[in-house]
């Protein structure tokens, strides 16, 4: 009996082509590969959450920074949709693991330069890892699952989002980032 080659479930390239992610199937539920071109190398192997659709798009598995400096991604002990699901920071240059969060699964954000990575916590609201030295800032706070679509500005400054009022009609807003 031959075995089936994996299917591809996802794909994302660097712009620099440096790296390739991919989460494939295997026998203890989807697993997410970092190789390095163009020699094929598996720099990096782990279990992930399958990840479904949002009320407005597909939510990724993993995300580049910007500045191609390092990788967020989804992972788990096991395939179980019990199972908590953490959120990894690897830095590529030197394979290391930076942080790991627990959160729930959800849309990535990154900032412009690469600074700091925007999540949504297990409470439900927005917060911001700071990825050089592992600060977690919230920017929203009791009510902050009726915020999303959070998109950065070209500097980094600040956040326009979506808040849905309990009339189910959405407002604009925007959040300035706390800086040091």
Known sequence: MTRAKPTLLRRA???????????????SGPTMQ??????????????TRAVGYSWSSFL???SFSPDSHYLAFFTTTNSS????????????????????????????????DGTYLLYRAYDGNLTLLDVVNGRTTPLTFDGGQ???????SYD?????????????????????????
Do not use: H, K, M
């Open 60 to 62: 990724p598995f993993f």
């Open 156 to 180: 980094g400054r600040y956040l326009s989002v979506l808040v849905q009022e309990e009339s189910c009609y959405c407002e604009t807003a925007v959040l300035a980032v706390p800086t040091e």
């Open 34 to 47: 970092l190789r390095q071109e163009p020699y094929d190398q598996i720099l990096l192997e782990a279990p």
């Open 13 to 27: 390239t660097l712009s620099c082509r440096r790296y390739l992610a991919s989460v494939i199937p295997s026998e």
């Open 81 to 112: 949709q019990s199972a908590p699901t953490n959120l990894a920071v690897v830095d590529l240059e030197n394979g290391v693991n930076l942080w790991s969060l627990p959160v729930p699964t959800g849309n990535l954000s990154w900032s412009p």
């Open 146 to 152: 009726l915020v999303r679509d959070p998109q950065w």
